[in-house]
């Protein structure tokens, strides 16, 4: 088969897959699950083509630890699941973040908990995606709300890993992954590709978690003259552990302040229909298309309406929520969850603007009546 | 080569490591380095890959490329670095815990996708980092911290399991037959596919303390005396069976590894990729 | 027994854990175990550089050296 360029028709799953090949994913591991299984089933034809491998693992335990080690030994690697295989690949997440290797996971949402409606679209991993494994952590997530972006963002997600040496997870859901529609796949030689940085000293003063200015290490591959020691315990510059509660301490603010440094870099969102608004929506993945809709009817309705949509979910666009929040009237926020973004945003809330949260935890996707009644009802 | 190039795979600057008088860990990690430096490998061909536990912190002295996991994952995370990078000799260093308890999972399906990866289980039949609580692999009746009055639950037998689920090399040996465990593992890593090479290993502190003896010379005699060949083992009774167990390989085999088999199946080249 | 060799065999005690473990098992009683628990190796001539001794030592204290 041929690389897919130019337009195309595809399921955002399958988008998925093509743009993870292009960033040079050659590695896949994961557990076959409802409704990410499609990229499985993709890896498992393409991957092979390209020199890659595509592995079946017997559990998403596993298949997380897996695409670390493809990572350690220097070939780009991700997984994808959904529901409770997003849990268990929380317990290696946690190690990614902590040793810093860069790697993709996909969670395509459904509705839960525990096993759920299967086969349903939901966003309640919101917060899971932020706080799921132990411990205090930094992690990128960003969220796709059509086939063309999870085509994109896959590609950027692994920039970004590679880039920060973390992992990055892309938080989907079964709408944008089984939904299919055009999309532009670039030239090859048009995609800008970043891989991770690799050692700059000589091997005799190398330390594989040593980091200039930027607090990013470079990390060599297994198998390069620089021997490398990567530890899940807490460790040194040296990568060995140590437990000295100062070594503890710098480990784990390096991990938040490289991130945190990088936010103007990392956030992205999309600011929808007018510029400035008495309603401001605020949404993400497959409740945002839905809200675009509703700035559409709003104009033609007269009604002052914009959208700001969150493409990068974590590190929280603090600065774009608090500017919608200065200059709406009213947030409404709609959310196929009880309100796990509603919450971070009345976080920032100190101007007390009014914040309405539109729940749907039953599997159907929020319409644009609701939203729009919930606007015509607040703002009269 | 001179007898202390074993050294150039040890991090001894972080030595005295932090095994009990008379823990079988070291002794294992001394054949362990001497295997390597015998097998001519460079440190920077081979990935030591290990778990949580007494043997989960053997990386901290090995001198190759090193990942220590989670508890449980080292088979997975050494599935990935060699099917990542298919020229690394990758040795996945576990405890009875790591590898056929928490890890259990991962161990029959490495060894029946007979990934081309070597697992060096020592077996102590108890969990000696938290404090000598039962694993799968201990005995029926023996006693530990929370089998107090003794385990109600019978143990696996590693190296069946490990033929069961098919594994290309499957071994048996102990720290007090030193030399055999220096060959066992050179054995294994030169095999291609899923070795297994499992260590029955004296836990003076707590399984010994509490089943044989808390002296470390006892624990070593227990080993000397209870490990038979398997050519021995085999024309014994049932009753003798009992009261010992087989050392020696079990099963040498050339089924073809995953990788190989994977590229065979997969031949097929997608035009004008990157 | 080998050709007169010279063995130098030396005990780290920074490394030794006094198991007892190397004057048990050694067939030629080269070392004596001393009150305090550490091996003193007291009859090197004796040594037929089996080399058991060094590898069984769970601590990797015991270094053998020839010396021709
Ligand atoms: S607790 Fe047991 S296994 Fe752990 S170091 Fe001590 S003797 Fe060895
Ligand atoms: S075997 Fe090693 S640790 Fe044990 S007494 Fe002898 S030298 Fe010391
Ligand atoms: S090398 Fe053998 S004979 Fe010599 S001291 Fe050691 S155990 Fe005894």
């Known amino acids: 088969m041929k690389r897919p360029v ?50 079946q693992m017997e559990d998403e335990l596993g298949s997380m630890a897996a695409v670390i080690g493809a990572s350690t030994a220097g070939t780009k690697a991700f997984t994808a699941t959904s529901g409770p295989g997003f849990t268990l690949m929380q317990e290696n997440l946690g190690m990614a973040i902590y040793t810093e290797v860069p790697c993709v996971l996909v969670n395509i949402q459904r509705n839960g908990p525990s096993t759920g409606l299967a086969t349903r679209p939901a966003q309640g991993d919101v917060m899971q995606a932020r706080w799921g494994t132990h411990g205090d952590h930094p992690i990128i997530v960003l969220s796709p709300s059509s086939v063309q972006e999870f085509y994109d963002l896959t590609l950027r997600a692994f920039n970004l890993s590679e880039k920060y040496s973390i992992p990055v997870i892309l938080l989907s859901d079964e709408v944008i992954g089984h939904m299919r529609e055009d999309l532009v796949i670039p030239e090859l030689e048009d995609l800008v590709i970043v891989n991770r940085k690799l050692p700059n000293k000589p091997i005799k003063e190398y330390r594989a978690y040593q980091t ?34 100062q070594t503890a301490d710098q480990l784990v603010r390096r991990l938040h302040r490289k991130i945190e440094r990088n936010q103007e870099d990392i956030i992205q969102v999309e600011w929808f229909g007018p510029r400035k608004a008495d309603v401001c929506i605020i949404a993400y993945g497959a ?19 914009n959208l700001l949509r969150l493409i990068t979910h974590w590190p929280f666009p603090d600065e774009q929520v608090k500017e919608a929040l200065s200059q709406a009237k009213v947030i409404i926020v709609p959310e196929m969850n009880l309100g796990q973004v509603a919450q971070e945003i009345l976080r920032l809330n100190s101007l007390q603007t009014p914040i309405y949260s539109i729940t749907r935890i039953d599997g159907e996707i929020i319409m644009p009546s609701e939203i729009m009644s919930k606007i015509e009802e607040v703002i009269r | 080569m001179s007898t202390n190039s074993y050294k150039n795979y040890l991090k001894e600057e972080h030595f005295p490591h932090i095994w009990c008088p008379g823990c079988g860990d070291g002794i294992v990690l001394h054949a362990y380095a001497i295997a390597l430096a015998e097998l001519g490998l460079a440190p920077k061909e081979v990935v030591t890959v290990t778990g949580i536990g007494c043997w989960g912190k ?51 399906h490495a060894a029946r996708r007979n990934i081309d990866l070597t697992a060096v289980v020592i077996n102590n039949f108890n969990y000696g980092m938290t404090g000598g609580q039962y694993s799968a692999t201990t005995p029926l009746k023996s006693k530990t911290t929370t089998s107090p009055l003794g385990n109600a639950e019978p143990g696996f037998d590693i190296c069946s399991l490990a033929e069961a689920a098919g594994a290309n090399f499957v071994a048996r040996t102990t720290p007090f037959h030193v030399v055999s465990l220096k060959n066992l593992l050179k054995e294994g890593i030169q095999k291609k596919g899923f070795s297994l090479i499992e260590v029955i290993t004296p836990c003076p502190t707590y399984f010994g303390r509490y089943n044989i003896n808390s002296s470390p010379v006892a624990n ?24 010992h167990f087989a050392i020696g390989t079990f099963v040498n085999k050339d089924r073809p590894d995953f990788y190989t088999m994977y590229q065979q199946i997969n031949d097929c080249k997608w035009e004008g990729g990157r | 027994m080998k050709a007169k060799e010279k063995i130098r065999i030396s005990i780290d ?52 050296e020839v010396i021709s």
């Open chain 1, 6 to 55: 130019g337009k195309q028709f595809m399921q955002g799953n399958e988008a998925c897959v093509f743009g993870a090949i292009d960033a040079g994913a050659r590695f896949y591991a994961g557990y076959p699950i409802t409704p990410s299984s499609e990229i499985a089933e993709l890896c498992a034809k393409f991957l092979p083509q390209v020199g890659g491998v595509f592995l």
């Open chain 1, 287 to 305: 409740v945002s298309r839905t809200a675009k809709q509703v700035v559409v009817d709003a104009q033609e309705k007269g009604l002052s309406v």
């Open chain 3, 13 to 64: 005690e920074n490394l030794c854990k006094r198991c007892g473990i190397c004057s048990e098992f050694c067939s030629e009683k080269v070392f004596l175990e001393l009150d305090n628990g550490m091996p003193q190796v007291t009859v090197p001539e004796n040594c037929i550089v089996c080399h058991l001794c060094d590898w069984r030592c769970p601590d990797l204290a015991i270094t053998l």
């Open chain 2, 220 to 243: 070593m005699h227990w080993l000397k005396d209870k490990a038979v060949s398997v050519s021995r083992y085999q024309h014994m009774t049932d009753e003798d069976k009992l009261q």
């Open chain 1, 212 to 245: 200039e200015n930027d607090d990013i290490p470079r990390i060599a591959p297994f198998g390069s003259e620089y021997i490398v020691h990567i530890s899940s315990s807490c460790h040194d510059e040296t990568g060995f552990t140590h437990s000295k509660p």
């Open chain 2, 58 to 108: 053997s990386d901290d002295y090995v001198a190759t490329h090193a990942l220590h996991g989670t508890h449980g994952r080292a088979l997975a995370y050494a599935t990935g670095v060699k099917l990542g990078n298919p020229v690394l000799t990758v040795i996945a260093l576990m405890g009875d815990g790591d590898a056929v308890t928490i890890g259990g999972n991962h161990f029959i």
